[in-house]
């Protein structure tokens, strides 16, 4: 059922489309026709921009035409004139969000919450360099009707968030911002509008209770261009039973290759004979990255086997119709590939038959995608923490006029052909298993406790699963608040009657091919 919006207004300068439900033109016909096309070089090609002067129903019918073509569920997607929408660039961005299924899964859950757009000079800076607009604190919305709570859940150095007087640090929660009570207020623009700004160089003000602490102070942060640090917290913890590895692993970009890397050479030299991958605010990026961490945890045994195939939809059996190569199984690479790292060189390895997994509802997609390979090769994983998102889907980024579409493309499937996980993965003990079980425990995520401290629940859970041959720690009291609980990455968080709309679109969008096939 489509209703049109106020936006949805047609572009009147623009030629009738004479359009009729099912016929469709190549996309290519459309493609950098533009309603406002941008001037200038490309900082990302250093060429000019590539967009002509056309108009946004042209820009609509770019997207209808590769969303009849690429989409995984294409048959659902209703079929909406593209002059309905199209009076203006907000307005291509309704009518794409309308090229999508509205279908539910088994268990109710939208069959497509992965349906977005990115602008494209921010997806560029974000995916190849890591570099965002913000204050750089990850926040967790705990309670998302009042009596409200908002946490710090991490931090990047260097950021706005460490420096200076601010010097925020996981578990510090938030009272006020910009003088607007965080706990039980109403006024959720103003909330909104400093928890996330839209540009850098903004200074909001924050009342803060850190964590151990009975006082509250106020800082100010000033919004800039922060460098996302992906891969933190490595670290060698010693046991009666040996030594086990451990690491954050907060996004799947490209300077992530040259972080794991380190990394996994770090705790590969340290002779750790078990390692605990933390990918609770994980929601994904680039499955080439995804790979090659799976490579470095199970060792030479993965060599030649398959790490993912990827599933288009039937129009597409045997090629791959974005970058035209058959279509044959990722692999588990065994060396750089030359995101961040020169190409060619062989990966560190930890050779192992097992891996300690922490998660949360934020464990999204190429997350997933590790966790499901190694199952495909019979590498154990065992799960600390809460069901993860259920995306076994993907999509490449497709550019057109400033802006990049994500729109679901293909599903991963491993070695053993298995990717129906659409619920997410769940530890078996699991008051009711929502997702694809796997041994593990249920934990609630402990703001109380640095990431990587022994102490921490999910990390002592781990540790203590391993060293009592598969003991649990009580399930968690109210397991409705783990779902409730999101980081900032997640689609929509309510306050109150009305969403924080940016807590947040993923800052990652999920499972991200590249269109080089060379490797």
Not at 104 to 123: I, L, M, P
Not at 166 to 185: F, K, M, Q
Not at 198 to 227: C, M, P, Q, Y
Not at 470 to 484: D, F, R, W
Request: aromatic share 10%; hydrophobic share 35%; proline share 5%.
């Amino acid at each position: 059922n489509v209703s049109q919006s106020s936006s949805a207004q047609s572009d009147t300068s623009s030629s009738q489309t004479d359009f009729e439900k099912g016929i469709f033109s190549p996309a290519s016909t459309y493609a950098d026709m533009c309603g406002a096309p941008r001037t200038g070089i490309d900082s990302s090609t250093g060429s000019a921009f590539p967009d002509g002067q056309g108009t946004f129903v042209d820009e609509n019918n770019w997207i209808r035409a590769w969303s009849n073509d690429l989409y995984l569920w294409y048959s659902e997607i209703e079929d909406v004139d593209p002059e309905s929408y199209s009076g203006s660039t907000s307005a291509v961005l309704e009518y794409f969000d309308l090229m999508k299924s509205f279908e539910t899964t088994a268990s109710g859950a939208s069959k497509d919450r992965f349906h977005f757009t990115y602008d494209t000079e921010e997806w560029n800076a974000y995916s190849q360099s890591g570099v965002t607009a913000g204050y750089g604190a990850e926040w967790v919305l705990l309670s998302s009707s009042p009596p409200r709570k908002i946490v710090v859940a991490y931090t990047e150095p260097d950021s706005p968030a460490t420096t200076g007087d601010a010097n925020l640090a996981r578990g510090a929660e938030i009272l006020t911002a910009d003088g607007v009570d965080v706990i039980n207020g109403s006024d959720t623009a103003t909330l909104n509008a400093a928890f996330f700004p839209a540009n850098t160089g903004e200074t909001h003000t924050f009342e803060v209770k850190d964590l151990g602490s009975e006082e509250t102070r106020t800082i100010s942060l000033t919004s800039a261009s922060v460098t996302i640090d992906p891969v933190q917290n490595v670290k060698v913890l010693e046991t009666d039973s040996g030594k086990v590895g451990y690491l954050t692993f907060n996004n799947h970009i490209a300077t992530a290759e040259s972080e794991l890397i380190s990394a996994i050479t770090t705790l590969s030299e340290s002779n750790v004979t078990d390692l605990v991958l933390d990918l609770r605010y994980n929601s994904g990026g680039y499955l080439a990255i995804a790979s090659q961490l799976a490579y470095m945890i199970a060792g030479p045994s993965a060599s030649g086997q398959t790490f993912e195939l990827l599933q288009f939809n039937d129009k597409h059996p045997s090629t791959n119709p974005v970058t035209g190569n058959a279509l044959t199984p990722t692999p588990f690479y065994s060396n750089s590939i030359g995101l961040s790292v020169s190409e060619g060189s062989a990966l560190p390895y930890l050779n192992l038959s097992r891996v300690f997994v922490l998660t949360s509802a934020d464990t999204c997609s190429a997350s997933e995608a590790i966790m499901n390979g190694l199952r495909g090769i019979d590498v154990e994983v065992i799960q600390i923490g809460g069901t993860t998102c259920g995306k076994p889907y993907g999509f490449y980024g497709l550019d057109n006029c400033g802006t990049t579409y994500f729109s679901i493309q293909f599903k991963g499937v491993n070695a053993k052909g298995y990717g129906d996980y659409s619920d997410g993965f769940s530890p078996v003990n699991t008051a009711t298993v929502e997702g694809e079980p796997l041994p593990g425990c249920v934990v609630s995520d402990d703001y109380e406790h640095a990431l990587g401290d022994a102490n921490e629940a999910m990390l002592s859970a781990a540790l203590n699963y391993r060293s009592t041959s598969g003991s649990c720690p009580a399930l968690p009291v109210a397991l409705s608040e783990m779902k409730n609980a999101r980081s900032s990455k997640t689609t929509t968080v309510t306050i109150g009657e009305a969403p924080l709309s940016k807590m947040q679109r993923p800052n990652v969008p999920g499972r991200v091919a590249l269109k080089r096939q060379n490797h």
